[in-house]
């Protein structure tokens, strides 16, 4: 079995490192992308909120409920995305499907916790024109950034854990432009690519505590530093030549001499209660503040754009009819539900860019050691249509596999 988790486990970090566009959305343009949801599709079906831990579920979001597991958990998880892109006078539609994460958590002795795997940090998709009265410029973006990570936790007593990931940070974005004036065959291209790379860590801390012999507090709290990343930037300059319909041939190309830049990706902490009784039901909320203020773009600046700090606030919980029930399967299932608002902390044209969702799930046990498979739904909107913006409004479907089994068991009998 072991072998079997590792071999799988290294087949999807491969794809996974390969495949980085996650998005179509035209904000992804700013920035290095948009970010991508850290946590699992459990998390993301309860609007994202991190608080809740338990020992058969692994925690992405907060290093600490990592010493929480009790069995070898292997989980994966794959969303898709469906968006319609509307301004003023168009809309259009697109579609994208990425794998979200993938991790490994393991048990060590009664107090530690450890966890390493594979996460898509940002997203940068999208394709978008510009018109003007000598002709046309297409913009279009791709790449982001993944995070590979290692987690150590350490139950300091019990219902007080605490936790720390370390990050390695690695990806590249590419951006192009290509201009077009009307009745010229000639068309000129800029192409800009970015490879980045940066070491950052997360700390976080867990509480629980019994208020009644049913009732069972949450709290968490977690902090991200700012962290340094560096740009290795490069820039070709290419003219066109339109040979046919949707055909071009490169007649001139030259590389560009563009500055390496270091950049700061800001700090950001989360705090985070809830109430609930164990295996039956719980809700819980979550405020989180980035200092989105501080950011500093990686090669170039836009004129029409500032960044702000950023908030985000989440309310969501679950619901289990019968934890143990034997003959009606349902009564076992996991019924999870929430909603969110975030500033992303992005402001184009002098307008704030927000984001809202209502998520709804259910967690489907399977097998034995409680595997669960876990399917998730998202509604919402990101952006506005006033002042020359996009606004989106977007649909998600998430899907996870959570497989719980023991190993490095001691045998008595071969």
């Not at 925690?59 to 409920?65: T, V």
């Not at 024109?129 to 990570?149: M, P, R």
């Not at 940070?169 to 192409?191: H, K, L, P």
């Not at 979550?286 to 170039?300: A, G, H, L, V």
Request: charge should be negative; avoid cysteine.
């Amino acid at each position: 079995m072991l072998k079997k988790f590792l071999v799988l486990f290294l087949l999807l970090a491969i794809g996974a490192s390969q495949a980085q566009e996650g998005t179509t959305s035209p904000y992804s343009f700013y920035g290095i992308g948009t970010l991508k949801f850290k946590g699992t599709a459990e998390n993301r079906a309860m609007s994202g909120i991190s608080v809740y831990t338990d020992s058969i579920h692994l925690s992405l979001q907060n290093p600490a409920g990592v010493a929480d597991l009790r069995l070898v958990n292997f989980t994966v998880g794959a969303s898709h995305k469906y968006v319609t892109l509307q301004t003023d006078a168009d809309s259009q539609q697109a579609s994208t499907t990425s794998l979200d994460y993938l991790a490994i958590g393991l048990p060590i002795g009664e107090k530690f916790g450890a966890s390493f795997g594979l996460i898509p940090y940002t997203a940068v998709g999208y394709q978008l024109e510009g018109q003007n009265t000598l002709g046309t410029t297409q913009y279009e973006g791709s790449g982001g950034l993944n995070k590979a990570f290692l987690t150590i936790a350490y139950k300091i007593m019990d219902g007080l854990s605490v936790g720390v990931d370390g990050n390695y940070n690695f990806g590249n974005i590419e951006n192009v432009a290509t201009s077009r004036q009307d009745d010229i065959q000639y068309s000129t291209r800029e192409e800009n690519r970015s490879d980045l790379l940066g070491f950052s860590f997360n700390v976080g801390l867990s509480y629980k505590r019994m208020l009644t012999d049913k009732l069972q507090l949450y709290s968490s709290l977690t902090y991200t530093p700012e962290t340094d990343f560096t740009s290795e930037n490069s820039r070709t300059l290419s003219t066109l030549l339109e040979i046919e319909s949707g055909a071009e041939a490169t007649i001139d190309s030259r590389d560009i001499v563009v500055d390496d830049t270091d950049f700061t990706f800001p700090s950001q902490w989360t705090l985070g209660a809830g109430i609930g009784q164990n295996k039956k039901w719980f809700v819980g909320a979550e405020y989180t503040d980035q200092k989105t203020s501080n950011f500093t773009n990686r090669t170039f600046d836009i004129e029409n754009v500032s960044f702000q700090d950023a908030s985000k606030y989440r309310v969501g919980g679950f619901y289990i009819p019968n934890y143990n029930s034997i003959g009606n399967y349902w009564q076992r299932v996991v019924y999870r539900a929430g909603f969110r608002f975030e500033e992303t902390g992005i402001n184009v044209n002098g307008q704030d860019i927000n984001e809202f969702g209502i998520s709804f799930g259910v967690g489907l046990p399977v097998g034995r050691l409680f595997s669960n498979v876990n399917l998730g739904f998202e509604i919402g909107t990101r952006g506005t249509k006033d002042f020359g913006l996009v606004q989106e409004n977007f649909f998600n479907t998430f899907l996870s596999l959570s497989l719980n089994d023991k190993w490095f068991e001691k045998r008595y009998f071969e």
